[in-house]
């Protein structure tokens, strides 16, 4: 069902897919007024606690040997630094979730997206961003774009992608995703294989053509004229009815479906 009401008693999720965690992270702030602040302060206070303890047992292994103390040391230092950003990263993102989940009704504007199908343009910056990854395995020397290359330059082009969402009833909206808050290695290219339940925040409108890579590298062009050969077959061009777009905060499979 589309724009479903969240404060409706819904089935526990049971799969997290995708997370904005710093969108939710804002509105949670937003909601606590700065507490919370506090509350990520004291996680990476602990978190620097755990990373100098790591980095004195480390060192203490080492400390009889006097050509090799210093590095041993600098090593520790930098392990237990990586360490303290993992815990702290881990930390942090399970308490954003847990804490949005159990504040969901405090916060204003999050619409409950359920029964729909998603799928990109085949001429969309989303669909090529879906197939990029396997084109670097590819060699065509005849080409002039490197392949290898593509991906990482998409991803630096553009941070949020955007799907066509359709519900049972024909109904049509668009979905935004940041393509760094997928979690547990899923992709675009997952959810069109699922049956997910998303929670969006309606931030406007757009057409379905506005989704094209000729239509992002130049959205400001103006339309093609129209021909004769128009005019005798008819016009071909899709209508430019505007869909609400959503920006997704979480995708996830809700227990039981």
């Given at each position: 069902?589309v724009g479903?009401?969240?404060?409706?008693?819904?089935?526990?999720?049971?799969?997290?897919v995708y997370?904005?965690?710093?969108?939710?992270?804002?509105?949670?702030?937003?909601?606590?007024?700065?507490?919370?602040?506090?509350?990520?302060?004291?996680?990476?206070?602990?978190?620097?606690?755990v990373?100098?303890?790591?980095?004195?047992?480390?060192?203490?292994?080492?400390?009889?040997?006097?050509?090799?103390?210093g590095?041993?040391?600098?090593?520790?230092?930098?392990?237990?630094?990586?360490v303290?950003?993992?815990?702290?990263?881990?930390?942090?993102?399970?308490?954003?979730?847990?804490?949005?989940?159990?504040?969901?009704?405090?916060?204003?504007?999050?619409?409950?997206?359920?029964?729909?199908?998603?799928?990109?343009?085949?001429?969309?910056?989303?669909?090529?961003?879906?197939y990029?990854?396997?084109l670097?395995?590819?060699?065509?020397d005849?080409?002039?774009?490197?392949?290898?290359?593509?991906?990482?330059?998409?991803?630096?082009?553009?941070?949020?992608?955007?799907?066509?969402?359709?519900?049972?009833?024909?109904?049509?909206l668009?979905?935004?995703?940041?393509?760094?808050?997928?979690?547990?290695?899923?992709?675009l290219v997952?959810?069109?294989?699922?049956?997910?339940?998303?929670?969006?925040?309606?931030v406007?409108?757009?057409?379905?053509?506005?989704?094209?890579?000729?239509?992002?590298?130049?959205?400001?062009?103006?339309p093609?004229?129209?021909?004769?050969l128009?005019?005798?077959?008819?016009?071909?061009k899709?209508?430019?009815?505007?869909?609400?777009?959503?920006?997704?905060?979480?995708?996830?499979?809700?227990?039981?479906e």
């Amino acid at each position: 069902m589309v724009g479903a009401n969240k404060d409706q008693a819904n089935p526990p999720l049971i799969k997290i897919v995708y997370f904005d965690e710093e969108s939710a992270s804002d509105m949670l702030d937003i909601v606590a007024g700065g507490k919370e602040t506090s509350s990520k302060e004291l996680t990476k206070e602990r978190a620097a606690e755990v990373e100098a303890e790591a980095r004195a047992k480390a060192a203490a292994k080492f400390n009889w040997l006097p050509f090799f103390g210093g590095s041993a040391e600098a090593g520790a230092a930098a392990s237990a630094s990586a360490v303290g950003r993992s815990i702290l990263n881990k930390t942090l993102s399970n308490t954003i979730l847990t804490d949005y989940l159990s504040k969901l009704g405090e916060l204003k504007g999050i619409e409950r997206l359920e029964g729909l199908t998603v799928t990109a343009r085949s001429d969309s910056a989303a669909y090529m961003k879906m197939y990029t990854p396997y084109l670097a395995m590819l060699k065509i020397d005849e080409l002039p774009v490197n392949l290898a290359e593509l991906d990482s330059a998409l991803t630096s082009a553009k941070g949020y992608y955007e799907l066509l969402a359709q519900s049972a009833d024909g109904t049509k909206l668009i979905l935004r995703f940041n393509i760094q808050a997928f979690r547990n290695n899923y992709g675009l290219v997952d959810l069109g294989r699922m049956r997910l339940v998303f929670h969006g925040i309606r931030v406007g409108k757009a057409s379905e053509s506005s989704l094209t890579m000729q239509a992002e590298m130049a959205p400001g062009a103006e339309p093609a004229p129209v021909t004769g050969l128009d005019v005798v077959d008819g016009a071909s061009k899709e209508p430019s009815t505007l869909l609400d777009v959503y920006d997704v905060i979480l995708a996830g499979v809700e227990y039981g479906e």
